[in-house]
């Protein structure tokens, strides 16, 4: 029996959000890219940026043709000329710049392997896939560079396994009380990931309440660099215990004294927010990852925590009328009154 593909003709309701989540974080990822580009000095560290800014409007470009070909509307987006000022001073240090660089590839290695895997479309999935060969590129570039300047910690080593061993003992488990077993290589990789990203966003979210110019937008930035730096504690503490370094390093030293607001109130607040969904998603799936049973309960309870911040920044853009409504089904119950 012959197949038939037109379901396959149009884009489905993930393909749509997936692809309208795309452009909104690469329209708003252009917009910090473009800033860090009138202040960087060190040449290599230029030419990185400049190369995320290629990919950054290339995608922009490719979701919006694929919007227009299956007759979706485009969202707004972020703009350089409505959310930046070009003109304001230096907010980062180059060597910062790097150090989001490699985040932001990393958040994008994550997603678009999720929305690549969702997709059916032959046009979405294309799309998907060159967009992570493109990132795995900038990747090796990025990791490469922060390399030769230095700024690339590798995370701790551990023995050699001398034999394979079957676990055999309740302490595998337990981390509370009693025998409580050495960390997992896993385990310390996802500890490690999570203190050098709490690192990132203890400086970014530093540097923004530095210049926002609403006071309740500052508060909101305030407490969350708060939030990060008691997560920063919690997962470097944890390898300090087992005598192990974070290979996380302050970062705030990397923020300026300018409190001259590059970014608009409502591209700062959606970044934050978008980073602390990220976070949630990340912490998710680390606590999978981890038998331990203190492991598991720090994760749960550092969840909880920025899923309540995540929900306060939600409304902070609701209530200022700066979040854009995702694609969605039809009001089945509305449409009937």
């Given amino acids: 029996m012959e197949k038939n593909y037109e379901s396959f003709e149009h884009l489905s309701c993930g393909e749509v959000s997936s692809l309208w989540m795309g452009y909104q974080y690469e329209s708003l990822h252009r917009c910090g890219i473009t800033f860090f580009l009138q202040h960087v000095k060190d040449d290599a560290i230029q030419q990185i940026l400049k190369d995320g800014l290629v990919l950054a409007n290339k995608r922009i470009e490719q979701i919006s043709e694929l919007f227009l070909k299956y007759n979706q509307l485009l969202p707004n987006g972020f703009t350089v000329e409505g959310e930046v000022n070009l003109q304001a001073s230096r907010l980062f240090s180059d060597e910062l710049y790097v150090h989001y660089i490699l985040n932001t590839i990393e958040l994008e290695l994550v997603n678009y392997a999720l929305a690549m895997r969702a997709a059916m479309n032959n046009d979405v999935t294309?799309?998907?896939?060159?967009?992570?060969?493109?990132s795995l590129r900038m990747e090796l570039k990025a990791k490469d560079l922060a390399k030769k300047k230095g700024l690339y910690i590798p995370a701790p080593k551990i023995p050699k396994q001398i034999q394979n061993e079957i676990v055999i003992k309740e302490s595998f488990l337990a981390g509370w009380f009693g025998d409580k077993r050495p960390l997992l290589g896993s385990e310390i990789a996802q500890l490690v990931m999570h203190a050098k990203r709490n690192a990132l966003g203890q400086a970014v979210i530093t540097a923004?309440?530095?210049?926002?110019?609403?006071?309740?937008?500052?508060q909101f930035f305030e407490r969350g660099r708060e939030i990060a730096g008691k997560h920063l504690e919690v997962f470097t503490s944890k390898l300090r215990d087992e005598y192990l370094p974070s290979s996380a390093i302050l970062l705030?030293?990397?923020?300026?004294?300018?409190t001259e607001a590059p970014f608009s109130d409502k591209l700062m607040t959606t970044l934050i927010t978008s980073l602390i969904s990220a976070?949630?998603?990340?912490?998710?799936?680390?606590?999978?990852?981890?038998p331990r049973r203190d492991l598991g309960a720090d994760y749960t309870r550092l969840i909880a925590e920025i899923a309540t911040y995540?929900?306060?920044?939600a409304e902070l853009l609701i209530k200022n009328g700066w979040m854009e409504q995702p694609p969605m089904a039809a009001d089945r119950k509305g449409l009937a009154e």
């Fill in 208 to 218: 923004f309440s530095q210049v926002a110019k609403s006071k309740e937008v500052r």
């Fill in 279 to 290: 976070g949630i998603g990340g912490y998710g799936s680390s606590l999978s990852m981890s």
């Fill in 126 to 134: 294309a799309f998907y896939h060159q967009a992570m060969k493109d």
């Fill in 252 to 258: 705030t030293s990397e923020v300026t004294d300018s």
């Fill in 310 to 313: 995540s929900d306060d920044g």
